[in-house]
């Protein structure tokens, strides 16, 4: 089958503009970039996509050993940029398509631009003289609870991974995009991304790159993203008023504005 149906891959915008390539996190799908990708139309080749096995990509497609790895997901990205024949690219990754992201820029960096990393993570699992938010412990519970009871995990988890309580909303819509995704396929995307470590590539992004980082993320914590900008040679760093781990619905405005201020 051919990439842009495998990865329900949709392009709006100019036909001649600088592409643009917006990748969502785990248990979402391209259409949370709703509210921000529109914004770039004017002067962009904006790409969207769902990895394999999220949102309305071909989940026949789907392999357990080509995705047991972050590379399987940054093929995806390849994969899409090969069929488009995009060059130049910016490229705006949320939580794990942060790394995603980094992964195929080190692997076909004539492919990218420059990276947009909205609240990345290079490990989660706290580590020697590392901070990642979480003990071994903490993970190995939330993947235990989430292949115990997958919903319930989703109800409970995706309004503290959202923040913003007082706009219950939010919280909501990504719950129900955590129930919309397979749940077999969600338990390992869990698992590559909760046990991944990309601390060592990050020195090897080879374009300039945005990191967000939001306040009371409880993903990707504010010494997170401090490591991630120390750590990629060509990094700014935005702390932004945005709170929660999904400024791309929480704080569209926002992020938009970011963005534009970086390109």
């Known amino acids: 089958m051919s990439v842009?149906?495998?990865?329900n891959v949709r392009v709006t915008g100019r036909a001649d503009g600088r592409p643009m390539v917006f990748a969502h996190g785990f248990g979402c799908d391209q259409n949370m970039w709703?509210?921000?990708?529109p914004a770039f139309e004017d002067d962009h080749r904006v790409v969207l996509f769902d990895y394999v096995g999220s949102g309305h990509s071909d989940l026949s497609a789907y392999s357990p050993e080509r995705y047991s790895s972050l590379q399987g997901y940054a093929q995806d990205v390849l994969d899409v940029c090969a069929e488009l024949d995009l060059t130049d690219a910016v490229f705006v990754g949320h939580s794990v398509s942060a790394m995603i992201g980094a992964l195929a820029a080190i692997r076909e960096p004539e492919r990218f631009g420059a990276l947009v990393m909205v609240g990345p993570s290079p490990r989660y699992i706290d580590d020697e003289g590392y901070a990642g938010g979480f003990s071994a412990a903490d993970i190995e519970e939330l993947l235990e609870s989430l292949d115990s009871n997958y919903l319930g995990w989703s109800s409970a988890m995706a309004p503290v991974i959202m923040g913003n309580p007082e706009r219950p909303e939010l919280g909501a819509e990504l719950t129900n995009s955590f129930c919309r995704t397979d749940p077999d396929i969600a338990k390992r995307f869990a698992t590559v991304t909760f046990m991944s470590d990309n601390?060592?590539?990050l020195a090897r992004v080879p374009v300039p790159c945005l990191i967000l980082q939001c306040s009371a993320d409880v993903i990707a914590p504010v010494e997170v993203g401090?490591?991630?900008?120390?750590?990629?040679?060509?990094s700014e760093l935005v702390l932004m008023r945005a709170t929660g781990h999904c400024p791309n619905l929480s704080a569209p405005e926002e992020t938009v504005a970011a963005i534009k201020a970086f390109l």
């Open 226 to 234: 401090k490591y991630v900008h120390e750590n990629i040679p060509r």
């Open 34 to 37: 709703r509210l921000v990708a």
């Open 199 to 201: 601390r060592a590539d």
């Open 4 to 7: 842009k149906v495998r990865n």
